[in-house]
């Protein structure tokens, strides 16, 4: 007979394949479980809109800065992997794809890799396994995924993910390089999309992205202009059509839940010393003058700019700069010429430029053929280059230097009336200033309190660190030593050191939240640097306000006026949220931003000159954002999705009960089947931890050296305390504990085992309770309803009566959970009524499934409705259009005096006239073509989404409630 275990067991092992303790929750159970966060009301709601449809060729999540919108595609990203759809691919800016690899794989447990076209082609050269073949996260840059096109498109990809998706927003031109690129790649394929500026400067930007997705939906571009560009009054009618592809949450929706700290701005004025300032002006000159031969290459706009902002950092950068001219010049001298075009000053501030040297290419590029230098030019300037090197040499610790200990104190004293710890990361944009900077600090008074973070990470410190890191956190490696090097020293700044100083490599992919205070010694000039930079401490679980800390040299005008324009126009380093979305959104890449400051820094001398530059750079910023577009903007996106606070509530009560059933149901079933199938494991049920050995699970030996290989351990209250042996040393070595879910892999091993238990007829004693009350006695049936189309998914059904054949307001979990003993079947009658019952209860359920099919379907043809109708507004709206073109010229006609352009203006009215009238001929097959290819879609959406399902039942048992 079957044991009370067994079938314990056997109905949560039911429950947790059906997910039906909560019907929404079960649309995500698989990323609920697996993932290592704590995920806001919000995330959940916008991952259930994602999933929401199988027939849906993807959406657009737009909510705004700083709502996490990577984690709800990692959401979405692990509901696919519990689904058993691991192809998925995600395509983001070049410097985001590591921080993607390292967001997947610590808090999702994904398997993640990141590709290059280069990486690519060496695999396929090899004959290796092609890296797209990969069963996981696959991870590439926009340039690699359009480089590789035609690879991509070949690909069955379960689903594409696109961040920073508004860099697609030209697609609409016909002529960007990357977007185009980007749709051919994936054309047909499920997408997500993630931006928070749907919309930046034109209704135009969110018709390119949602054709992207899928271009059924708004239709042709020129019935989309002519119905809502030119047309004001249909944007409600927009928004009811994005609502099936865009989710837009707000920071003002969900400030319930996430509470946002303030920026505090503290300005450190300084004054160079009357040395720097002679090197400053010297230098200055030096790259000003197009006749040198040090700075003449095809990249002489980007040198000359990366110049500047070294000039701006320290002076042993510029001493480092100069030296680097010098070797340049040596090289010319020495090899007639052939030197290369970019010079590396230095690597951290090039990798800023690397995606954007397209745009630097300028006129200089044939220069250095036309000035051959002679011999003695090359002398001269070497001399004079020299000279600049001796002076920079002498200058031991710059003004600005001397400002930092005193302004570094000043900021601690306000972080400690604040609650904050005593932690601080400067910012620079130079490798020779974090050098400099990390030799003056240790000697006045943070030795031994200082790590440095730059593109290498190959300092001595670092390796040290590191390899502390991997002796003492073997569990947290991922194999990648970039990304453990990464965790090492950022675990090293959180536990250890006071100071943080840092290149830009670091404004990317870190999170240090529990550091408040930043000093940014250097500015970068593309406010979206800034931005990023500050987004590294104050962001989300930050738990005190943020004082940022910028050096701004008062005797230099230029530098005052950007600093004005970056605290005022952006916002940067004041209030809640910072910078705007939508501002920072217009400037694109913030290249241009950049080159204008280079510009106005290159051409400007007097004070008149530099004043008036910057008020226009800043009048061009207001006019991009006008009123109007604001307006716009707010009226088709704000309310699109209507996000409550009470339904937020509603939403972290379910998830949270979810998850409490759903855990406690899974562990209990999985130690009824350790102790039956695998007796060997040690169990320890106060920490809900199992494992072959009983010295991972209960007490800490000292030195325990093993021989023996092992394969599982749980941890399921809290996988960042407890700790198991591993012998891969064979040796003691302390890990974190395996993750263990119904989708791990030893996790499914359980589940299987739980369900292919076989049931026997039992009757069931129960014990008393709140729904149960001694005496009671009745009947159960229970049937898994397993649908196979449109989409795979598991439901339990029942029915349950009592002795007297009333129907009973139970559900099976109120007799299994409460199961005491298990007995010989008994014979209880009613047997046809309770299977009326549970018939009528699978018909309901039945007709509700169709219904929610049949939802789906009639969104879906209201689409294809919708795009027949636009394609064919365009058809008419292409022939007014002929027509006035026609008849413009018919005007020029009559009024042109000359013969030969008369005669030329005939030819065209007659050619125009001609297409027209064919255009109108065929007008009637082109529209029954449509209507046809509308009718082979829609059909194709029928078939997709009917419903195949099987029913199997699993229990007919008797019940009876003992005292």
Not at 569 to 579: I, T
Not at 704 to 717: M, P, Q, T, Y
Not at 769 to 777: A, I, T, V
Request: charged residues 30%; contains cysteine.
């Amino acid at each position: 007979m079957i044991t009370t275990e067994e079938i314990k067991a056997k109905y949560w092992a039911l429950e947790v394949l059906a997910s039906n303790n909560q019907a929404d929750m079960g649309n995500i159970s698989g990323s609920l479980e697996t993932s290592k966060i704590d995920m806001n009301p919000h995330q959940i709601e916008a991952a259930l809109f994602a999933l929401k449809s199988p027939l849906s060729q993807g959406v657009i999540l737009a909510d705004e800065v700083g709502l996490g919108k990577t984690i709800e595609a990692g959401i979405v990203i692990s509901e696919y992997f519990s689904r058993g759809r691991t192809s998925v691919l995600v395509v983001a800016p070049a410097s985001l794809c590591q921080q993607w690899q390292a967001e997947m794989q610590e808090k999702f447990n994904l398997p993640t890799r990141v590709i290059e076209a280069g990486i690519y082609g060496k695999a396929l050269k090899s004959e290796k396994e092609n890296p797209l073949l990969f069963k996981g996260v696959t991870v590439c840059s926009y340039n690699c995924a359009v480089q590789l096109k035609d690879c991509m498109k070949q690909y069955d990809w379960d689903l594409v993910v696109l961040d920073e998706a508004h860099k697609l927003r030209n697609f609409y031109k016909g002529k960007t390089k990357t977007a185009d690129g980007i749709n051919e790649a994936f054309y047909g394929k499920k997408k997500l999309l993630l931006t928070a500026t749907p919309i930046q400067n034109s209704l135009m930007d969110i018709f390119s992205l949602v054709t992207i997705i899928d271009p059924h939906i708004l239709g042709n571009e020129y019935s989309f202009m002519e119905n809502y560009l030119y047309s004001e009054r249909h944007h409600i009618e927009l928004k009811e059509r994005l609502k099936c592809v865009l989710h837009r949450t707000l920071r003002k929706d969900v400030s319930e839940y996430i509470k946002y700290t303030n920026r505090e701005a503290m300005t450190v004025a300084f004054n160079p010393t009357p040395a720097e300032e002679e090197l400053y002006r010297e230098v200055s000159a030096y790259i000003q003058d197009v006749s040198k031969i040090a700075v003449t290459t095809r990249y002489r706009t980007l040198i000359v700019l990366m110049i500047r902002k070294l000039m701006s950092s320290s002076t042993a950068a510029v001493k480092g700069t100069l030296e680097k001219l010098m070797e340049r010049l040596c090289r010319i001298e020495k090899l007639g010429g052939n030197t290369g075009d970019l010079i590396v000053f230095d690597e951290d501030l090039l990798e800023e430029y690397q995606d954007s040297l397209s745009d630097f290419d300028d006129r200089c590029r044939n220069a250095y053929a036309k000035n051959y230098p002679t011999d003695a030019d090359l002398k001269a300037e070497k001399e004079f280059l020299q000279s600049l090197i001796d002076k920079a040499g002498k200058i031991e610790v710059d003004g600005k230097t001397e400002k930092l200990v005193g302004a570094i104190n000043r900021g601690f004293e306000k972080i400690r009336e604040k609650g904050g710890l005593r932690k601080v990361i400067i910012f620079t944009e130079s490798n020779r200033t974090l050098n400099y900077l990390f030799d003056y600090l240790s000697a006045h008074g943070f030795k031994d309190k200082i790590i440095t973070f730059n593109g290498q990470n190959n300092s001595p410190l670092c390796n040290r660190i590191y390899n502390d890191f991997v002796e003492n956190h073997s569990a947290e490696l991922t194999g990648s030593r970039a990304n453990d090097m990464k965790k090492a020293l950022v675990a090293a700044f959180r536990e250890e050191a006071e100071i943080m100083i840092a290149t830009e490599a670091a404004a990317e992919g870190l999170n240090l939240q529990f550091c408040s205070l930043l000093v940014n010694y250097d500015l970068p000039w593309n406010p979206q640097r800034i931005e990023q930079r500050i987004g590294r401490i104050h962001r989300y679980k930050q738990k005190c306000d943020v004082v940022i800390i910028n050096f701004i040299n008062k005797q230099n005008l230029a530098d005052v006026r950007l600093y004005d324009i970056l605290q005022y126009k952006f916002k940067l380093f004041d209030d809640v949220f910072g910078a705007s979305d939508e501002i920072l959104g217009t400037l694109s890449d913030g290249v241009d931003f950049e080159r204008a400051v280079a510009s106005i820094f290159e051409l400007c001398r007097t004070t008149e000159e530099i004043n008036r530059a910057f008020d226009e750079l800043q009048a061009s910023l207001g006019v991009k954002r006008d009123a109007k577009m604001e307006e716009t903007r707010q009226l088709v996106l704000e309310n699109l999705n209507p996000t409550t606070q009470e339904k937020l509530q509603v939403i972290k009560r379910r998830v949270e009960d979810y998850l409490e059933r759903r855990k406690q149901i899974f562990w209990d079933l999985s130690v009824i089947m350790l102790e039956k199938n695998h007796p060997d494991m040690f169990i320890n049920p106060a920490r809900q931890v199992f494992g072959p050995f009983e010295e991972q699970v209960f007490d800490r030996p000292s030195d325990i050296v093993f021989n023996k290989n092992f394969n599982f351990c749980l941890d399921f209250s809290s996988r960042d305390n407890n700790r198991f042996l591993s012998p891969q040393d064979r040796k003691a070595v302390w890990r974190g504990a395996t993750p263990y879910n119904p989708d791990s892999e030893f996790g499914r091993i359980i589940l299987r085992e739980a369900l292919a238990q076989p049931v026997e007829a039992c009757h069931l004693l129960l014990k008393a309770g709140d729904k149960l009350k001694p005496g009671q006695r009745g009947r159960l049936i229970l049937s898994l309803f397993r649908q196979n189309a449109p989409e795979k998914s598991f439901r339990l059904l029942s029915a349950v009566i009592d002795d007297h054949g009333e129907a009973l307001n139970l559900k099976p979990e109120d007799i299994f959970d409460n199961v005491r003993k298990t007995a010989a079947p008994v014979e209880m009658g009613y047997q046809d009524l309770i299977r009326r019952l549970h018939e009528r209860n699978i018909a309901e359920y039945e007709k509700s499934e169709k219904h929610r099919v049949d939802v789906l379907l009639k969104i879906e043809v209201d689409k294809l409705t919708r795009w027949l109708a636009d394609e064919k507004q365009a058809i008419h709206l292409k022939g007014e259009k002929m027509k006035n073109k026609i008849g413009n010229l018919k005007r020029q006609f009559k009024l042109e005096k000359d013969f030969a352009k008369k005669l030329a203006l005939d030819e065209e009215i007659k050619r125009l006239q001609k297409e027209m009238n064919d255009n109108e001929f065929n007008t009637f097959d082109i529209e029954r073509e449509l209507e046809k290819k509308c009718n082979r879609l829609i059909g194709g959406k029928k078939r997709n989404l009917k419903l195949n399902y099987t029913i199997e039942q699993v229990f007919d048992v008797t019940w009876e409630v003992k005292s």
